[in-house]
């Protein structure tokens, strides 16, 4: 058995709401502390999370770091044009963040270990471990090791007053931030199955969107977008109303196959509204201010950059150095770019920036700043190794 001083990793939902009596009887720890992190959850998670934690655990903490979500993982998640898969990471980004407060707590509190709710079947399960092993730390993951059932859960939630919320007729998982919004789980596990319009709460169906184009002009400076139709917004706001307005225009969901890191493949739908809008527009900007050699190997790097940010690995050294390389190319990625967002589609209209590498002048139809017989000695050699190489075809 157990004993001392447990921090919990808590939600508010049933998992980790039965964890605190698990904790206590089946582990025989002597203090529970729970502690929720506020990333952009519905204000009302957050809400029951504290009440459930002030009841049910001997100790509770809720922890605001939506700013430091924004601005520590949502904005280099921006400038590495992050995304896996096609899914923009949400949940992913925000898993480090929730760990690295509750190891605060945890210090504070000199627990002895760090619990939390995930199955074994998923992602967050490693994302959390690492941070929580990095600190030093022993895990206790009740969910993964005592392999419980649903039902199993809410008999014993039902014996330990434990109130329990879920609803049978919808019995989604549903994770949420400024980020993303996902929707797993019930017959959604089909992956045949085509998602009922009830799952989603930010985005309307395309096909009930307004019929007229709304755009939107985003700005960035360095990479980081600070302002919204004009109007310069703090990073939060800025989402939020993004949120919004491609929301109402129906842009933004996700249907898609992941590769969770353990192998297994997931069916996933998401909502991401804003995220979908920033990353065009950011891609975009990219493609007006930096090389064709920087653009190229950004690629790759923006790739590793999101299976490493998938995996929570947040701190393998490799994930540092692509970062300093992705800040030095955002130094030059200022401007603006115009979206036109319609009926579920977005779309950029229009590029604008400072720092571009374009010259109408050179590029035009209409100008003879470039002298186009230069081309002729550039054309002479150009696919010299292939033409040689068709030439011996030929003999
Ligand atoms: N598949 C995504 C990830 O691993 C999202 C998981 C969200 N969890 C949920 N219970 N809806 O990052």
Redesign the pocket.
């Known amino acids: 058995m157990e004993k001392g001083k447990v921090v919990l990793a808590f939600s508010g939902g049933l998992d980790t709401s039965i964890c605190i009596p698990l904790l206590r009887e089946h582990y025989g720890f002597d203090e529970i502390i729970t502690v929720a992190v506020d990333v952009g959850q519905p204000e009302a998670d957050i809400t029951r999370a504290t009440e459930k934690g002030r009841k049910l655990a001997d100790k509770h903490y809720t922890i605001d770091a939506r700013e430091k979500f924004v601005t520590d993982y949502i904005f280099p998640s921006i400038k590495a044009n992050g995304s896996y898969e096609g ?1 923009p ?4 980004l925000a ?1 480090p963040l929730i760990a690295e407060e509750i190891v605060k707590v945890a210090e504070k509190e000199g627990a002895s270990k760090i619990a939390h709710g995930c199955t074994g079947r ?3 399960q490693l994302r959390f471990d690492f941070i929580f092993r990095s600190a030093g730390y022993d895990i206790v993951a009740p969910m993964r090791e005592m392999n419980l059932t649903r039902e199993w859960e809410i008999c014993y939630a039902q014996e330990h007053n434990v109130p329990v919320t879920v609803a049978k007729d919808k019995p ?4 949420e931030n400024f980020w993303s919004r ?4 019930g017959n959604l596990e089909d992956p045949a199955f085509h998602p009922p319009e009830e799952i989603y709460a930010w985005t309307v169906s395309p096909k009930d969107a307004p019929d007229v184009m709304e755009e939107v002009r985003i700005e960035f400076e360095q990479g980081v977008p600070v302002a919204l139709n004009g109007k310069r917004l703090p990073g939060i706001a800025l989402i939020q109303e993004l949120n919004q307005i491609a929301g109402r225009n129906g842009v933004g969901r996700n249907d898609m196959i ?1 590769d ?1 890191v353990l192998g297994l493949k ?1 069916r ?1 739908n ?1 909502e991401h509204p804003a995220a979908t809008v920033l990353l065009a527009a950011h891609r975009d900007l990219e493609h007006l201010v930096l090389t064709r050699s920087e653009l190229a190997f950004k690629h790759i790097v923006d790739d590793k950059w999101s299976e490493l940010a ?1 995996m929570g690995l947040v701190h393998e050294p490799l994930f540092y150095a692509l970062n300093a390389f992705i800040d030095k190319t955002q130094e030059r990625a200022s401007g603006f770019v115009d979206l036109g967002l319609y009926k579920g589609s977005v779309r950029v209209l229009g590029r604008s920036s400072d720092l571009a590498l374009y010259s109408d002048d050179l590029v035009s139809f209409d100008s003879t700043t470039i002298d186009q017989n230069h081309a002729v000695g550039f054309s002479n050699y150009f696919g010299l190794q292939a033409r040689l190489f068709q030439n011996l075809k030929r003999r």
């Open positions: 899914y990471m949400g949940t992913a898993r998923g992602n967050d989604y998982s549903i994770d996902s929707i797993e789980g992941e969770r997931a996933e998401y998938y």
